[in-house]
């Protein structure tokens, strides 16, 4: 079945440091890939997608590339702040006919001034 | 305005009730979602509708009951709580293309069974 896999947490980062929360996926066919995020006591919000091989999504200074060969979505910043402090969802959704989002465990970030 | 919508946002009931919420989308979107998230922040797939019509039903109790009448209301009814039905459950909406939709999500409603 579909499956993802990121990394545990929680991650704990100063302000400006480099973000990267590993993502790997298991999925029959093409499947779109995800960020999602949630901010303390909100609901889900999408941060990027990638649709095919090699795309990258981009979006608030994330980013995240769909490498095919190594089956990895993994979630980066360059500089991170306080406001990024929230849970980060890698999740994944099958190319076939109408599919949930199948995610993964989610990972905690920490951003300290 | 609110793409998707839940209400309650809060819910504490005791053992044994029964209670609803309910979901709405403004979106146009002919596919809802409902998931579950559990105390470790796990997200699972409980019920998709496309077109009011159950596309998929995951492994849950027949005591959660899901509802749409019509595309832009998903309601979820939950018979005989149970301390385990604790949880954040989110409703969430997409236009059916393939899979590489786009799924929008509500605030989440907060259940909390005593």
Redesign the interface.
């Given at each position: 079945g579909n499956s993802v896999t990121q990394m545990e947490g929680p991650v704990t980062l100063s302000e400006e440091a480099f973000l990267t929360i590993n993502c790997t996926y298991t999925a029959t066919g093409y499947?779109?890939l995800?960020w999602?995020v949630?901010y303390p006591g909100?609901?889900?919000?999408?941060l990027l997608?990638a649709?095919k091989a090699d795309d990258k999504g981009s979006n608030k200074g994330f980013e995240a590339t769909y490498r095919k060969e190594t089956t990895s979505f993994h979630l980066e910043k360059g500089s991170v702040q306080v406001s990024d402090s929230a849970?980060y969802?890698c999740a994944l959704?099958?190319?076939?006919?109408?599919?949930?989002?199948?995610?993964g465990?989610?990972t905690?970030l920490s951003v300290i001034a | 305005d609110t793409a998707v919508s839940q209400t309650p946002k809060y819910l504490v009931t005791q053992m044994g009730n029964d209670k609803s919420i309910k979901c709405e989308q403004n979106l146009g979107h002919d596919t809802m979602y409902w998931y579950k998230q559990d105390s470790k922040k796990f997200l699972k797939i409980m019920f998709s509708y496309n077109n009011k019509e159950l596309i998929i039903n995951e492994t849950v109790p027949n005591r959660f009951s899901p509802k749409s009448p019509d595309k832009a209301h998903l309601n979820l009814h939950i018979n005989s709580l149970e301390l385990g039905d604790s949880a954040v459950y989110f409703c969430a909406s997409s236009q059916r293309t393939g899979g590489q939709e786009t799924q929008y999500f509500g605030p989440g409603t907060r259940l909390l069974v005593l």
């Open positions: 499947p779109s995800f999602y949630q909100e609901g889900l919000q999408l997608k649709t849970v969802f959704s099958a190319y076939s006919g109408n599919t949930p989002l199948v995610f465990k989610g905690r | -």
